[in-house]
């Protein structure tokens, strides 16, 4: 619901500031006043087309505020909000900005979204009846949502629509099974030779590392031998001095003055473990000499076999140390392919039981939908009887999709398609056909106050709903109807309307008065809210001529308590009335 609306430089409005509420809201003015500038703008903040025409002359850039109250707002509105990253409880402020030069931006809760974003959003928050792009009645998928919406139909529908993704999820695998089919038995030829060869190799995690280790170790022996020698005598083995011998001959020393004293003897543990330690290194040098003296042959193996890791590791084109991955790739390849027949048998069950799953939720849903277009045509055929469209006539087309067998939708078995014919004697037209915009308003009127859910609860209830030009070529009788229908609407959705007809007017549980001001070098708009007397006197001046009359003015009285007796009226509202919109 649209709560509150600001207006900045649009058109020929300097400022515009209004509070709105729920209910009818009505908006009158002279011809010319800007009360369908109004309406532009709403257009404007709800993602509609922007040019530089919009921009106020001498202003650098137009803007549109629209504040909507989100406690009702339905769950698309909330994913694509979530989709965004948009912070949104239980408000959302719509900003867009026109600039002079023609570039335009738009937010959503200060964020900046694209006109694509915003054009989404605001087919969930604003709905246009009239000839505006907005007008979602003509568009087939709100056709067919409000059929369904009308009977109770929409968790069928979504369980045709999660059967369709369920059968197409199932079609792409066994696609890309059946490619793989394609080539199946070549593949398996390869694939057996390559696992073979991998497996004769015997390649084992490490193995790259260890005998790149060795080769070092084999190509420096003899540089190796030298060092470990010459360690092994400084150590241990020199006849005139090694280290084993002066460490001998040191402990040997403190042990006979240690007794002499206690820090010396201190350090006699120290010296017998330096000792211990230079025989245990003299040990594994000599060792690590024994190791060196290898058969020659060794390192003619260790080469070959490092070749051979390295030539297969250039064959499947990754490196030596992820051969044993690659092994394991294509082994598993290869069980996948060994077993396809079976699973091919699987999955084309899977896609034949998902289709089967698909037709019968979609049968039962195309039953629902006749049922429910056998009775939502004549309701609003009846309707528009009494809405100036005497002799129309309404229907729901369903018409068969041309599916293949295998096929599915994601809406089901049919299209939908709205007819109208207005007039007595014509066929009826596709409902986007219809050429007068007041006859499109007030079907569109007719439309939604016949599908209104008695509890509020339908997704369109959540919207602004605004009728322009809905009492366009109407007086009289039927202009009080569409009035009356108008405020039944009202008690269900937020609707604003724009109308030159008192009767309608009259109807009203909010009424502003939009007005042309000049001083002779500028023109700007001017919008008040309207309450008690100011009522009167604008009822009155649409009932009269050049001057107001004393029984103009009665009669305007007359009409007003006439609607508050009415059996449509709203209930009470709880917001006050009697503020004055700022412009």
């Known amino acids: 619901m649209l709560t509150h609306l600001h207006i900045r430089d649009f058109a020929i409005i300097d400022s515009i500031e209004i509070d709105l509420r729920a209910g009818l809201t009505v908006l009158t003015g002279e011809t010319g006043a800007g009360k369908s500038i109004l309406v532009d703008a709403l257009q404007l903040a709800a993602g509609g087309r922007a040019g530089i025409e919009?921009?106020?002359?001498?202003?650098?850039?137009?803007?549109?505020?629209?504040?909507?109250?989100?406690?009702?707002?339905?769950?698309?509105?909330?994913e694509l909000l979530g989709e965004q990253s948009i912070d949104a409880d239980d408000e959302l402020v719509v900003r867009r900005v026109v600039t002079r030069e023609g570039k335009s931006r738009a937010y959503l809760n200060g964020q900046q979204v694209s006109i694509q974003t915003l054009r989404l959003a605001g087919e969930w928050l604003v709905d246009i009846h009239g000839q505006h792009e907005f007008q979602s009645l003509a568009r087939p998928a709100?056709?067919?949502?409000?059929?369904?919406?009308?009977?109770?139909?929409?968790?069928?529908?979504a369980a045709v629509a999660a059967a369709h993704r369920e059968r197409l999820a199932a079609s792409?695998?066994?696609?890309?099974?059946?490619?793989?089919?394609?080539?199946?038995?070549?593949?398996?030829?390869?694939?057996?030779?390559q696992t073979g060869e991998l497996a004769a190799l015997e390649f084992t995690d490490g193995e790259l590392q260890t005998l790149g280790e060795e080769r070092t170790r084999l190509a420096n022996r003899g540089r190796l031998a030298d060092a470990a020698r010459g360690t092994l005598a400084l150590l241990y083995e020199a006849e005139d001095s090694n280290a084993h011998a002066a460490t001998s001959r040191a402990l040997a020393l403190l042990r006979q003055a240690g007794s002499?004293?206690?820090?010396?003897?201190?350090?006699?543990?120290?010296?017998?473990?330096?000792?211990?330690?230079?025989?245990?290194?003299?040990?594994?040098?000599a060792g690590y000499l024994d190791d060196l003296d290898v058969d020659p042959a060794r390192q003619e193996f260790v080469e070959q076999r490092l070749a051979a890791i390295e030539q297969l590791a250039r064959k499947h084109r990754v490196a030596a140390a992820e051969l044993p991955a690659r092994s394991a790739?294509?082994?598993?390849?290869?069980?996948?392919?060994?077993?396809?027949?079976?699973?091919?048998?699987?999955?084309?069950?899977?896609?034949?039981?998902?289709?089967?799953?698909w037709r019968r939720a979609a049968a039962t849903l195309s039953s629902r939908r006749r049922a429910i277009a056998a009775k939502l045509g004549p309701a609003i055929t009846q309707r528009m009887q009494t809405l100036g469209m005497a002799g129309g006539r309404f229907e729901v087309r369903i018409e068969p999709l041309p599916l293949d067998p295998a096929e599915t939708s994601p809406h089901g078995l049919?299209?939908?398609?709205?007819?109208?014919?207005?007039?007595?004697?014509?066929?009826?037209?596709?409902?986007?056909?219809?050429?007068?915009?007041?006859?499109?308003?007030?079907?569109?009127?007719?439309?939604?106050?016949?599908?209104?859910r008695a509890d509020g609860a339908a997704s369109r209830d959540s919207r602004c709903m605004v009728f322009d030009e809905v009492d366009s070529g109407v007086g009289g009788a039927v202009a009080e109807i569409v009035g009356r229908e108008l405020a039944a609407l009202g008690r269900q959705a937020q609707v604003l309307c724009v109308t030159h007809l008192p009767q309608v007017a009259a109807q009203g549980d909010?009424?502003?008065?939009?007005?042309?001001?000049?001083?002779?070098?500028?023109?700007?708009?001017?919008?008040?809210?309207?309450?008690?007397?100011e009522r009167v006197e604008e009822i009155a001046r649409m009932l009269g001529g050049v001057s107001i009359t004393d029984k103009a003015r009665e009669h305007a009285s007359e009409m007003l308590k006439g609607a508050a007796a009415a059996p449509l009226t709203t209930q009470p509202r709880a917001a006050a009335r009697g503020r004055r919109a700022k412009g």
């Not at 709100?142 to 529908?157: P, T, V």
């Not at 059946?178 to 057996?192: F, H, K, N, P, W």
């Not at 392919?337 to 289709?355: G, Y």
């Open 54 to 78: 919009v921009v106020r002359h001498g202003s650098e850039r137009a803007e549109v505020t629209a504040t909507f109250d989100l406690t009702r707002a339905p769950a698309p509105l909330r």
């Open 142 to 157: 709100a056709q067919r949502d409000l059929l369904d919406e009308f009977g109770d139909a929409l968790a069928l529908a």
């Open 172 to 193: 792409a695998r066994l696609t890309a099974l059946q490619a793989m089919v394609g080539d199946r038995d070549s593949r398996l030829e390869l694939l057996r030779f």
């Open 260 to 285: 002499l004293d206690p820090r010396l003897g201190a350090v006699q543990p120290l010296v017998d473990e330096a000792l211990i330690r230079i025989a245990e290194a003299a040990r594994e040098l």
């Open 329 to 357: 790739q294509l082994q598993a390849e290869l069980a996948q392919l060994e077993r396809v027949e079976h699973d091919l048998a699987t999955l084309q069950a899977e896609v034949a039981a998902a289709a089967e799953n």
């Open 414 to 452: 049919e299209q939908i398609e709205f007819l109208v014919s207005a007039n007595p004697g014509q066929p009826p037209r596709p409902l986007g056909k219809v050429a007068s915009g007041g006859e499109l308003s007030r079907l569109s009127l007719a439309v939604q106050v016949t599908t209104a």
């Open 510 to 533: 909010e009424h502003l008065r939009v007005a042309k001001l000049t001083d002779g070098r500028s023109t700007r708009t001017q919008l008040v809210e309207l309450t008690g007397s």
